[in-house]
């Protein structure tokens, strides 16, 4: 019987509607770091990271040097710092890292965080080291303590000599979303950030830039529909690629390789090619490029290339409208709640695998009351095959694992009824 091509893993900053020109193709031919300037790995894990996930504790150890790789460990963005730091600090060392707990949160006793920052010994820490770990939490503490005002401090720039010289940077959570130049700190809702319902300074601030200029990092992606609040930042910041990491996964960024590992996978917006039509004065977007990269799944920042993993070559090629390639699904896919946990994952999946040319969905807050500015605004969400949609399937590693490449997605305001529903009366 003919396998389902379902996924196996767990699954302008301003409040105005106006949204800023998508950059051109030209634009996002900048790099984000020249390779001879930045020798290090940055290392974005989605969070919820199991104990037992060694294929990334022992990568993240491996890239430090492995066994006798010295790591300092930061649970800054934790509301306990000290046990959340003391947690990964026995995972690492499990795995045969030297790792020490730095004490640099605002509830370590008897330290001023702001002098920990500045304090010649814990940076001579930084400097022996061969990497960093930052826990999760809230990022919004990281960014206040290492970079307050948008100023480095000598801890931060310790951290960042060791990145430039070959060390490791690594984060999970809140320690995955300080990796780009900007970061969400607070955000609102997702559908509330679709309607411009969001500010700078307050929901949206600078991250730490670990992954360089032109790549946009968030995480928890997959299983809290993120790509909802991704896109729109993107476009208001002027971002081309952002890449979304779901949970117990991590994206590896050296040089200009990204390379996916883990439990899960991740989802690069591409939207060197899309559009939107400020006449509608609210989010919309036409023509972003949805590519899912599964556990082995390379991608070069410099050509664009995308590159299964050797596992996914040797399995099925799925491509619609190719001799032989004969789609599962017939049926046609329309979600309620396109942004739920994993949702536009399996959206996409039946998509490469269906006779038919798209999926739909809706994004809406059915708990707004009428008379709130913009109760009645959702969004239509509507994922299409073009010519150059296609995927790879694999079951080598005992579950299926799957990348989906080159899935178009067309984001358009709709008016929602309200209340969305009342009492039913026989006609």
Known sequence: MRRRLLFSSAFAA?????????????????????????????????????????????????????PGARFVVLGTASEDPEASGRWVSRLLTRRGAVAEVLPVGYKFAGI????????????????????????????????????PGGQSTPLLDAIWALYRSGGVVAGSSAGAAIMSRAMFRDAPN????????????????????????????????????RVGRMIP?????????????????????????????????????????????PSLGVFNVTGARLNYLDHGDRYRLRTGTITPSAAKLRGERLQPGTPGFEPYYTEERFDLDILGDSTLLRAMAQLIDSVKPEVQGLAFDARVKPG????????????????????????????EEYTVLNVRLDVTPVRMATPLYGGWKPS
């Open 372 to 399: 709130v500015p913009l109760a009645d605004l959702g969004f239509h969400f509507r994922l299409y095959k073009a010519a150059d949609t296609m995927g790879w399937g694999s079951t080598e590693a005992g579950v």
């Open 112 to 147: 001023d965080p702001k002098d920990a920052v500045r304090d010649p010994k814990l940076i001579e820490k930084v400097r022996q080291a061969r990497g960093v770990f930052f826990t999760g939490g809230s990022q919004e503490r990281i960014v206040d303590l290492l970079q």
């Open 233 to 277: 930042l993107m476009i208001a910041k002027g971002y081309r690629l952002g890449l979304g990491v779901d949970e117990n996964t991590a994206a590896i960024v050296h040089g200009d390789e990204i390379e996916i590992i883990g439990g899960s996978g991740a989802l690069l917006v591409d939207l060197v090619d899309a559009h939107s039509d």
């Open 14 to 66: 301003t409040s105005s509607l106006l949204l800023p020109t998508l950059p051109t193709s030209a634009q996002a031919t900048e790099t984000a770091a020249p390779a001879d300037e930045i020798r290090g790995y940055a290392v974005a894990i989605g969070g919820a990271l199991r104990n037992d996930n060694d294929e990334v504790w022992q990568r993240v150890v491996d890239l430090a040097g492995g």
């Open 190 to 225: 997702i559908v509330d950030v679709m309607k411009g319902q969001w500010s700078e300074g307050k929901h949206v601030d600078r991250g730490l830039g670990f992954v360089g200029p032109e790549l946009f990092v968030d995480q928890h992606f997959l299983r809290r529909g």
